[in-house]
């Protein structure tokens, strides 16, 4: 892979081999090659980490994504890295052992961006304590070695230490269970990188308008549009890889109506909403989990990055909007449900910002129902033309998923019977740090600040206006802006807002503060205009204005 001097120069002490970045460097690439072991359609959790294990393994790969990398789903999950207690009380086994495993990969390979948490379950029946105490030993017992803290019974004056602001009327006890945290876009980021610097070419803003297909009706390949300057891009593949999340049903379609078909739907989107509060709110170093709601859900407190979000809802709805907005009842649900377990409780008023994202859950092929029933395993499916598509699944086992997507890619004969081992597992990604306990993710109590750039925090700290602090509410300075432009795609405001920072979601009428300076600093990096204006009804449909 040929790199500019220029961008070899600007590299970061800790990479050897840049990767290619620059957004007119990849489309030249992408328009030079001839044919690509692996094209990933999709730039979230899961197409970023089928791009990263297939480029590992030294497949030439190229993943194009029509947003942002992780602008859907994958940058709105609760912030858990977990084995899913509530998969536990379903009977789940072999779910959770996966996830729990899982769980310690990530920790290991990105521990800038994921860290243990602490969960406090609350008891107000006498018989909560032992009865999901019972439960999260076993959920202990599963992680097989590789758990983060013993389950530990709390009196009703511990539970009272630990959380601060939580409801004393008729408190009994409580349990104390470790989890997983982590920054769901950035680690999206971080997989983006890495599978760049081994090859990969990832290109956000282009959309594939159509597939591919050889003489015998087989997918071959993917027509594209960059969205930036309105050009065609035409690309060849041996093995297509549908990975578009709640989206995955569009592509297919794509696949289909060259037939005169429809494709029958295998998602029934599910939509979550969260809102962030002040941590004066839940001002401990320990989350809230309420494992069943009055209507059976799971409610969630959680100190992130300063900040805590209180969630999350799960509601069917039909259709997939790219921004989905949180509904007024389920905002109402989840501030009402706070009020029971929170002793000072957050109001309308004390909302900083909100944000609903659309959970691909895969329902069997002509069913209907809720979505409390349906799996929440990921599913692939090797289409006859040759196209895979995977959905389903979550953020914590997006490297297994990986495995599993490649593992049906060669046993359909579109990838090689004999491929290198998955590398992922040992595989650290762009950032880590070898002292992992010296410098943990930021989380908790702590802005993002520096933290979430592990190794890379030094690189950044030498751009210009390293010192220019654009957003107190988390860090953002005008060197960090900087560095999304010339080395983490971002391409618009929203991007840096958003997703390279996590202002949008920490405190949305900040980061509309933050818009004008962000576009200037943009539209100097990328040498063209950038607006703030698009920008303004987003950070207004967080607040609950819009």
Known sequence: MNESASSAASAPHNCAAPAVTDRAQILQALAAAGRFDVLVIGGGATGLGVALDAAARGLSVALLEAHDFAKGTSSRATKLVHGGVRYLAQGNIALVREALQERAILLRNAPHLARPLPFVMPSYRLWETPFYGAGLRVYDMLAAGQGLGATQFLSRAQVQALLGNVNPQQLRGGVQYWDGQFDDARLALALARTAALHGALLLNYCRVTGLLKDSAGRVCGAQAQDEETGAPLRLEAGCVINATGVWVDAVRNLDEAQNGQAAQPMVSPSQGTHVVVDRRFWPGEHALLVPKTRD??????????????????????????????????????????????????????????????????????????????????????????????????????????????????????????????????????????????????????????????????????????????????????????????????????????????RLLFLHASAAQQASARVAQILSEELGQPVSAAPFEPLCQQYQGLA
Not at 384 to 398: C, E, H, M, N
Not at 403 to 432: F, I, M, N, Y
Request: net charge neutral; proline share 8%.
């Open 296 to 501: 059976g859900r799971v409610l969630f407190a959680v100190p992130w990055l300063g900040k805590v979000i209180l969630g999350t809802t799960d509601s069917a709805r039909p259709d997939t909007p790219l921004e989905p907005r949180p509904l007024q009842q389920e905002v109402g649900f989840i501030l009402d449900e706070a009020r029971r377990y929170l002793a000072q409780a957050p109001g309308p008023g004390d909302v900083l910002s909100m944000w609903a994202g659309l959970r691909p859950l895969v329902k069997p092929l002509g069913e209907a129902g809720g979505t409390k029933s349906i799996s929440r395993e990921h599913t692939v499916h090797v289409a006859g033309s040759g196209l895979v598509t995977v959905t389903g699944g979550k953020w914590t086992t997006y490297r297994a998923m990986a495995e599993d997507v490649l593992r049906h890619c060669q046993l359909a004969q579109l990838l090689p019977a004999k491929l290198p081992p998955s590398a992922t597992r040992q595989l650290p990604l762009v950032g880590h740090r070898s002292q992992a306990q010296a410098a943990p993710a930021a989380g908790l109590g702590e802005v993002q600040g520096l933290a979430a750039y592990g190794d890379e925090a030094a690189w950044v700290q030498a751009l210009p206006g390293a010192d220019a602090q654009l957003a107190p509410q988390s860090g953002l300075t005008e060197a960090m802006v900087r560095f999304a432009a010339r080395h983490e795609y971002a391409r618009t405001v929203e991007d840096v807002l958003a997703r390279r920072n």
